[in-house]
């Protein structure tokens, strides 16, 4: 009785070690969002949707767009809140939970490789800010933002991998 209690003594652990990561991800977000936005001022704003940019043609001049005439580099403008940032980060880390196990069942080095996929995950999410954000400050923050949830998700998801 006693060899099968210690493996799901151990599961049970790694499932909490996994659901805190991930809401620990979502709370720093949060934090972080906290002092960005109230305390310092930060408007989070971003540039979405038709219209994000021109159309340049052969002159690098914008092009007529089908029934529209020239298509304007305007978009719609929106202002992250607390609920989409932890909404959002929350995501992630459980999508990094997801892709964790996925790769403890298919690689015998889960965590090199799932770390590996975080990293650059999380390196390619910065183009986000970078491309849509409306100001510098708005950039800075975003990226923050992403870093911070980067941070705290990626250790804490890889120090709970198996290896096969």
Known sequence: MMTTAAPALAETRQIRARALAAAG??????????????????????????????????????????????????????????????????????????????????????????????????AASLALPLVAATTTAATLGLIALHLVVAAAVIPALARTARSR
């Open 25 to 122: 991800g979502a709370l720093a977000a949060a934090l972080a969002w906290v002092v960005e936005v109230p305390v310092l001022g930060v408007r989070l704003t971003i540039r979405f949707g038709p219209g994000r940019g021109a159309i340049f043609g052969p002159g690098h001049g914008p092009m007529p767009g089908p029934g529209r005439g020239l298509m304007a580099a305007a978009g719609h403008v929106q202002t992250i809140g607390a609920g989409q940032i932890i909404g959002v980060s929350l995501a992630a880390g459980l999508l990094g939970w997801l892709l964790l196990a996925a790769a403890e069942r298919f690689t015998p080095r889960a965590r090199v490789a799932w770390t590996g996929a975080a990293v650059a995950a999380a």
